[in-house]
């Protein structure tokens, strides 16, 4: 256990060149590796999350689930995962996006979300929102209302909160370059 605040920033790993040249990758496996950063994290989100009073928490494939599922059980809240395309086994609504590299898309069950239910969605890291979007739009599609995103790492200098724009974004940490 640490006698001083944790520093969060401190413990992400700069990766230059990851995963191709140029790229600067931001890696949170040290976060999850550190117990009292990890259980930090989980605490500060479930309090953030707690005043959105939402009824279910959305996890992103697959980071997201890293930090949603651990959220959703310490609020008492059912878990909703939204996965890559092809991973879900029940019927299913999808939405295709663009990302920085090309084309992917998000599925979720159908019946996973009721009509009018107040949704945050979380999420390990808010870059270009290309992800989060369209995760909005799934719980949307299904009648839920989006009452914020929660991510551990926000990228300001790629401008996500941008294409989010009017949506409640929660973030731990911020890059600004």
């Known amino acids: 256990m640490r006698d001083s605040p944790i520093d969060l920033k401190a413990l992400i790993r700069d990766v230059p060149d990851f995963p191709q040249p140029g790229v600067l990758f931001r890696d949170i496996t040290p976060l999850l590796h550190d117990s009292a950063a990890y259980r930090h994290i989980i605490d500060e ?3 953030r999350i707690s005043e959105r009073t939402p009824d279910v928490i959305v996890g992103i494939e ?3 689930f890293l930090f949603g599922a651990p959220v959703a059980y310490k609020l008492g809240l059912p878990f909703v995962p939204v ?5 879900l086994p ?9 990302l920085e590299y090309g084309e992917s898309q998000l599925d979720i069950h159908t019946d996973a979300i ?7 969605i979380v999420d390990d890291l808010l870059a270009t929102a ?15 209302y989006v009452s914020a995103l929660a991510f551990v790492v926000e990228l300001a200098f790629l401008n996500g909160r ?3 724009q009017g ?11």
């Open 45 to 47: 989100l479930s309090g």
């Open 62 to 64: 697959s980071r997201g």
């Open 83 to 87: 996965r890559k395309a092809g991973k």
């Open 90 to 98: 029940s019927e299913r609504m999808s939405v295709e996006f663009a």
């Open 114 to 120: 009721e009509r009018g239910q107040r949704v945050v």
């Open 130 to 144: 290309g992800t989060a979007d369209a995760a909005c739009k799934l719980v949307e599609l299904l009648g839920g």
């Open 162 to 164: 941008e294409r989010l």
């Open 167 to 177: 949506r409640d974004i929660i973030s731990l940490v911020t890059y600004d370059a």
